[in-house]
């Protein structure tokens, strides 16, 4: 087996500790917000509606906006567990990219034949992200940059030679000329087909664009369960209730209020780091002058970006499966990780030392096996959902809510047949079961980026029954 370049190159154990020695435990972006945000009322009586809306992450919050500007005098409640934003909606990495499909080459493998259309359909999507933020004036530091894929090792370069979604090829004197790393052979740029956002900034400014819409928001009013009545549905809360017309159910990660879907996500968890603001001489030294996102080739990937201060947001490359499928806030502290990516960071920038983390956080993925968003109807059409965004979703929450009304309205539209909207993917199976092959599958994938990328037996196999991920 080969080793990769952060096993060939990497920093002392002293640099590494004083980066990470006065690190806090929260999540960058919602410890951003301070204490000027929003707080929505408790759900304390029973209130009827047309639509509820079950989650007030950007699936929800989505979803509850796009009802509101479609019909303006339909009557719209959400109701959150927690509080708005306060799950992965406010703790991803702020890339808000076109695809719909977790990348070009997941779509390609999946649905090749609406290959064209979902790559259009996603960037018009994302155009409608940047309209959305722009009238309602949300000040999420919204950047149409880009997004860097780098090459970290030899057999990367030649898969972005032959990557046929676009974008522009950087040999290594042109990338390093763009982003200064040492690690960096070869890049290439998607110019178009990514944003970069403030996470919890946009998260509070949808609720705030759809309460000035008329949408009614309860938080901390966790929903227990579903109750079919004669021409509608009642959401059970724990000090109250509503009764609607249609519901559409947000709750991604977090367990379904549908036995259908019990088995149809896993939460994994990730992780990242942020940096306290550069010195003016600190990203002269870097370069990345435009700011792109950036993420490597690898299967274990790294994602990183600059926050408008100019912090580096560094996560990704851990993805750790729980036996079990429990959410716990106990799984979000993981010192391993967390020194493993500091590591990772000073390989990356080793101009850098000295640089230390303000933040470190970690947060749940909802995983499918088709690694991205999956849409069905039930209870006589009156509850849609979607879930499995597999960590891509800050702009696919947009076209997901899209698709739930266009399901709710019963409405044939060119999103609801999509063979990748009327498609359930394979469920997971139980435990010991889906412990035992996420956590062989993702061995599996160590050994390929530790070979050059070939693929074992494990992977080949996934790959012949449709269950295959290429980051």
Known sequence: MHTTVFER????????????????????????LGDDVVRYPQLESELQTDLVVVGAGYTGLWTALRAKERNPELDVIVVEAQRVGWAASGRNGG???ASLTHGYENGKNRWPKELDQLERL?????????????????DCDFERTGEFNVAVEPHHV????????????????????SVNSPTYLAGRWHKDGAAM??????????????????????????????????????????SGGVRAKQVALATNVFPSLLKRNSFMTVPVYDYALMTEPLTDEQLAAIGWKERQGIGDMANQFHYYRLSKDNRILFGGYDAIYYAGRQVKEAYEDR????????????TTFPQLEGLKFSHKWGGAIDSS??????????????????????????????????????LLAGHETERTRLEMVRKRPLPFPPEPFACIGINLTRWSMDRADHNAGKRNLILKTLDAVGLGFDS
């Open 9 to 32: 190159s990497f920093p002392g154990s002293a640099i590494v500790e004083q980066a990470l020695a006065d690190t806090v435990h929260r999540p960058f972006w919602i410890d951003d």
């Open 95 to 97: 890339f808000c990219v």
């Open 122 to 138: 996603g960037m018009e999507n994302l155009d409608g992200i940047q309209e959305t933020v722009e009238r309602y004036q949300i």
């Open 158 to 177: 030649e898969w972005l030679k032959s990557d046929g979604g676009g974008g522009v090829f950087l040999d290594t004197d042109a990338m390093r000329a």
């Open 197 to 238: 956002i403030h996470p919890a900034k946009l998260a509070a400014g949808l609720a705030r664009a759809a309460t000035e819409l008329g949408v009614q928001i309860f938080e901390e009013s966790r929903v227990s369960g579903l109750e079919e009545l004669p021409g509608g549905v009642r959401v059970h809360t724990g």
């Open 335 to 346: 010192e391993e990780t967390f020194r493993k990516l500091a590591s990772h960071f000073f």
């Open 369 to 406: 096996t088709q690694f991205c968003t999956f849409f069905g109807t039930a209870r006589k059409g009156r509850v849609a959902y979607a879930a499995g965004f597999t960590g891509l979703g800050v702009g696919s929450t947009r076209f997901a809510a899209d698709v739930m009304l266009d």
